[in-house]
């Protein structure tokens, strides 16, 4: 299994508060992905990086933002949470150009 | 935007081989066809990819249509356990923005 580790895996926080979920690999990958997957929608792109400090959005970026200041880690911050926020988080990872997406096991994050 | 169709679900009897099938009329010539699988509320799961040829792992195997059209995802002896959702997914190996559409549930029938 990658070395993927995403934290925390449940959280339930109120509208309005910032929230943090970390995305922690071990691989040295250089290629990292944040998901939103809600019932109806699939997976959903929110942000992405291609290397340190190199990031990018998805198709789903509003409310969203993300840091990566090191290869390791990979940040994403909802700066005030919403309950359409409300959702379960995937991070990927990805090593070479043409190769595959390794995820995690998911967060879940509630917004009441 | 997914650049794919896939059927929203399928249903297989157990031990007989799964066909997923795939549409990607825009594909172009760079472009890569990679499947996916999600169980139940885990991480997705890679399979197999292709470009052109044919492809097989201990997994699945994977026919693309000459003109790469469409392809199918071959489960050849489907279990229970792969009952998932299976994404089909195209782009050119240099794209770093990969999208997934809605996938296909495939129901395992005991």
């Known amino acids: 299994d990658a070395g993927i580790t995403q934290s925390p895996r449940h959280k339930v926080t109120e509208t309005g508060t910032p929230v943090t979920l970390r995305c922690h690999q071990t691989?040295?990958?250089?290629?990292m992905y944040w998901y939103r997957q809600d019932p109806g929608h699939g997976l959903r792109l929110i942000h992405y990086s291609y290397g340190v400090k190199d990031t990018d959005k998805g198709e789903v970026s509003d409310g969203y933002s993300v840091s990566r200041s090191k290869t390791e880690d990979f940040l994403l911050t909802l700066e005030s949470a919403t309950s359409s926020q409300t959702s379960v988080y995937f991070c990927?990872?990805?090593?070479?150009?043409?190769?595959?997406?390794?995820f995690g096991e998911g967060s879940r994050l509630t917004v009441l | 935007d997914a650049k794919t169709t896939q059927p929203p679900s399928m249903d297989c009897a157990e031990g007989r081989a799964a066909n997923l099938p795939c549409n990607h009329s825009?594909?172009?010539?760079?472009?890569?066809v990679y499947w996916y699988r999600q169980i139940h509320s885990q991480g997705p799961q890679y399979i197999i990819h292709?470009?052109?040829n044919n492809e097989t792992n201990e997994m699945a195997s994977l026919i693309i249509t000459e003109d790469r059209k469409s392809s199918t995802l071959i489960l050849p002896h489907a279990t229970l356990r792969d009952t998932a959702v299976y994404y089909c997914i195209v782009r050119v190996a240099q794209d770093d923005k990969i999208i997934f559409g809605k996938g296909t549930r495939l129901h395992i029938l005991p």
């Open positions: 825009t594909i172009s010539g760079n472009e890569y």
């Open positions: 691989e040295n990958h250089r290629y």
């Open positions: 292709g470009l052109k």
């Open positions: 990927a990872i990805r090593d070479r150009v043409d190769g595959e997406l390794f």
